[in-house]
């Protein structure tokens, strides 16, 4: 089962590699595009979110299709430190 994980980078401490990024709210009609297109597909897709109005209006994907298939994730300085 492909998921879309959707992760609020707001201090921009994420990778970007193999990642999509919305730096601003410009590019979130083609971001959504991908990922509707990627759920219906069965892909998988990691997407940075930079901007905090498109990370409001993403994360009610989770509400639309299920945390099954989106997650939703906060980086943060201390979560990062957690990990390590």
């Known amino acids: 089962m492909a998921a879309?994980?959707?992760i609020n980078d707001?201090?921009?401490l994420g990778d970007t590699k193999d990642k999509l990024v919305i730096d601003?709210?410009?590019n979130y009609v083609d971001v959504y595009a991908q990922i509707v297109g990627a759920l219906y597909d069965n892909v998988s897709l990691d997407v940075l979110v930079r901007d905090s109005a498109c990370f409001t209006?993403?994360?009610r994907l989770k509400e639309q299709y299920?945390?099954?298939y989106v997650?939703?994730?906060i980086n943060t300085p201390r979560n990062i430190l957690k990990q390590k």
């Open 66 to 68: 299920g945390s099954e």
């Open 24 to 26: 601003s709210i410009f």
């Open 10 to 12: 707001n201090f921009k």
């Open 57 to 59: 209006w993403l994360s």
């Open 4 to 6: 879309i994980s959707i």
């Open 71 to 73: 997650k939703i994730y």
